[in-house]
């Protein structure tokens, strides 16, 4: 079999070997890089588009989160109100009960001191009934004789007034 | 007068084969500079080392070239010249 | 379900075969032509096919069947890496593809501009061709990259790249760009000009030559000496290949493997170094600018 020279020029083999060269451009192109470009960009789209979808579910979030933080805010000052309203009402409530209580010890004691008053005078009456009485049956053993019960009464009486008087004027 | 020619074709193929790669010295020296410069440049700043060592062999590969032409004339003057001298011989004498 | 993944993984296999049959093929084709009382010789590429055409004869060498043969693998591969891709990557070779594509994609954007970010499959499918021909010699096949006519092809397509960026701003400009910085530099910048190819070819096919040239002086040698030492033994005992079983291993790492992909790596880099050197878009549109104004002129001068 015939050989080559360790080294030879041969125009035909020069461009045989240009157009594998070229050749195996385009086979590189069609069978490896574009598919593989093709594949690596759906990815990076599909990385894109998660990313977006994360963007947008962080946003709600972060609106749900603010939304929620308001409404708590508000819960808190419902509550507070709620507080504050119950308080003044047990206020008011121990307020009115106090009012009642003193109105009713007032009561209690003026009911008291009209009672005693009236203890008071009914007793007077019947000290001066009784001074009367005894005055009388003194007077009536002193003079012996029978007045007028009724003119002793008057004297006795008038009698009475003036110490009841001296009585009141020195009280 | 035969034997003298082809004596003298073939050892002065073989001469003129071994004077081409006295060629050799050049490439070995710049290389073996180029090696050191960056060895040293390496040391210097290890953290280019790829860098460096991409440039290097770039370099060296073209600095080769010359001592490459030298061989590649020595493999014609061994392997492709002889035959060729001996056909023209050939075909002088033959006239 | 079960059937699909039946059939996802016979069509698996055979992507697989698909990239590994080429490589048996080679390996075949190389047992089948190579004469039986051969020795250990250096030549270069064996002719399958004459055909006459003017100029010169079309050959079909070997460096031209076996880079076929690694074409077709590669086209295999691909399909096996791209096979069954999915949006999230699940699989290794998923994966394996990505990288590819996004390192490519980085080289070239580092260092062609973005400009030029079209140009990654064509730095791919160099680095792919130069790397995989030149690792075909770790098989025992012949490396299309030692046959000095590949590599001036590739080379040749690469200086046409480079003429047509930069005759890109006006084919005046480009011959302008002989006469500078003097104008009796011509004649040398002309030769640089054709040198660029030239040095790239013999480059690549220089390094990959040399690395077989000595891997093959040594392992005559090697035969040499086992043959030295083993005379005294009987029979077949005597052509025992002792030294030539595990030292050429050695010398075969460095050539063929570490050799071949940093002689690809440096092909590619020099191509987008040469494209990118060749063209700068901040001229083109400075020039393309230029042109527009000159039409509207004209037009308003009418």
Redesign the interface.
Same mark, same amino acid.
């Given at each position: 079999m015939q050989t080559l020279d360790v080294i030879s020029v041969n125009i035909w083999q020069i461009l045989i070997s240009l157009i594998n060269l070229l050749l195996l451009f385009l086979i590189l192109k069609h069978f490896l890089y574009r598919p593989v470009r093709k594949m690596l960009e759906q990815h990076r789209k599909t990385l894109d588009d998660a990313y977006e979808a994360a963007d947008a579910a962080k946003t709600e979030a972060d609106s749900l989160k603010k939304e929620w933080k308001s409404r708590m805010r508000g819960a808190d000052a419902e509550a507070k109100a709620i507080m504050e309203k119950a308080e003044k009402r047990a206020e008011a409530d121990r307020e009115s009960i106090l009012n009642e209580t003193r109105e009713k010890a007032d009561q209690m004691v003026r009911q008291a001191k009209a009672d005693a008053a009236f203890a008071y005078k009914k007793a007077e009456e019947q000290m001066k009934q009784e001074i009367i009485d005894v005055s009388a049956k003194i007077s009536e053993k002193i003079i012996g004789r029978e007045i007028n019960t009724e003119d002793h009464h008057a004297i006795i009486n008038s009698f009475l007034d003036e110490i009841g008087e001296d009585h009141d004027g020195k009280q | 007068m035969l034997e003298l020619s082809l004596g003298i074709i073939l050892g002065c193929c073989a001469l003129g084969a071994g004077a081409a790669m006295i060629a050799g010295i050049g490439p070995g020296i710049g290389e073996g500079n180029a090696v050191a410069k960056a060895c040293e440049a390496i040391g210097r700043q290890p953290e280019s080392k790829s860098e460096v060592t991409t440039t290097m062999l770039m370099g060296c590969a073209i600095a080769e070239t010359t001592g490459l032409y030298a061989l590649v004339i020595a493999i014609l003057l061994i392997f492709v010249a002889p035959g060729r001298l001996v056909n023209i011989l050939m075909n002088t004498l033959g006239k | 379900m079960k059937e699909k993944n039946h059939s996802f993984k016979i069509k698996d296999i055979l992507l697989l075969l698909g990239m590994i049959l080429p490589l048996a093929a080679g390996i075949v084709i190389k047992v089948l032509?190579t004469?039986a009382s051969d020795g250990i010789e250096?030549?270069? /590429? #064996?002719?399958f096919f004459r055909l006459k055409?003017p100029?010169?004869?079309? *050959?079909i060498?070997e $460096?031209?069947v076996n880079?076929?043969l690694v !074409?077709i693998s590669?086209?295999f591969l691909? *399909?096996f890496?791209?096979h069954g891709?999915?949006?999230? /990557?699940e699989k290794k070779r998923?994966l394996i /593809?990505?990288w590819?594509?996004e390192k490519t994609d980085d080289l070239v954007q580092k260092n062609m501009g973005s400009y030029f970010a079209g140009f990654?499959?064509?730095i791919?499918? !160099?680095l /792919? *061709?130069s790397a995989f021909s030149s690792l075909q010699s770790l098989l025992g096949l012949f490396p299309?990259t030692s046959?000095?006519?590949?590599?001036?092809?590739?080379a *040749?397509?690469v200086f046409l790249l480079i003429s047509y960026y930069k005759m890109k701003c006006g084919p005046l400009h480009y011959l302008k760009s002989f006469t500078e910085p003097v104008s009796f530099l011509t004649p040398l910048n002309v030769i640089s000009e054709i040198a660029t190819p030239i040095?790239m070819a013999? #480059?690549h096919?220089?390094?990959v !030559? $040399?690395g077989a040239?000595v891997s093959t002086l040594v392992a005559s040698a090697l035969q040499g000496l086992s043959l030295l030492l083993l005379r005294w033994l009987p029979g077949a005992l005597a052509k025992f290949p002792l030294f030539q079983i595990g030292l050429p291993a050695v010398l075969s790492i460095y050539f063929d493997l570490f050799s071949g992909c940093?002689?690809a790596?440096?092909f590619a !880099?020099?191509t987008m170094l040469y494209i990118s050197g060749s063209f700068s878009p901040d001229e083109y549109n400075a020039y393309k600018a230029r042109k527009k104004r000159t039409v509207t002129q004209a037009k308003g001068g009418c």
């Open positions: - | - | 032509t004469p250096i030549t270069g /590429a #064996r002719i055409l100029v010169q004869d079309l *050959l060498t $460096s031209q880079s076929w !074409m590669i086209l691909c *399909l890496l791209t891709l999915k949006e999230k /990557a998923q /593809a990505e590819i594509v990654s499959p064509f791919g499918a !160099m /792919a *061709l299309p046959d000095l006519n590949i590599v001036a092809g590739w *040749l397509l040095s013999f #480059r096919y220089g390094n !030559m $040399s040239v940093l002689q790596f440096i !880099m020099l």
